[in-house]
């Protein structure tokens, strides 16, 4: 593959990802609870939405780990195709997305879409 076809490949799948994040900034801010409320609750019936279960214990694991990556440097758009290796789209974003709204807040970016 030519390198020009590589940074349009690349270049493509970043504007993919962006469009994902704003496409569901919005169903994120209607999200139950609050940001930064650490509800295990209300990330497991989010989850559940989107057909992903889990016990309180194994969300809020996972919600760890989405914070410790995001922490670590990992963006949204990254920890989403990360989590595409078990999950469809809609359910990677859910998960990161949602993780962030609850759990580490200072990383949604996201949800400042159209809030300035």
């Keep these: 593959m030519k390198p020009s076809t590589v940074l349009t490949n ?3 799948g970043v504007v993919l990802a962006t469009a994902m994040l ?6 994120v801010a ?9 509800s295990a609750a209300a990330y497991v ?5 989107v ?7 194994e969300v809020t694991d996972l919600a760890a780990l989405v914070c410790e990556k995001r922490a670590a440097g990992y963006s949204e758009a990254q ?3 990360v989590a595409e290796a078990r999950f469809s ?14 759990f580490c807040p200072q990383y949604a970016t996201s949800y400042r ?3 300035d």
């Design 113 to 115: 879409i159209g809030s």
């Design 45 to 49: 019936a989010e989850l559940e939405a």
């Design 79 to 81: 920890m989403i195709r």
């Design 22 to 27: 704003s496409l569901t900034a919005d169903s």
């Design 10 to 12: 690349i270049g493509l």
């Design 51 to 57: 057909n992903v279960s889990g016990t309180l214990t």
């Design 30 to 38: 209607n999200a139950e609870g609050s940001m930064g409320d650490r």
């Design 89 to 102: 789209i809609q359910q990677a974003t859910t998960g990161v997305l949602r993780a962030e709204f609850h």
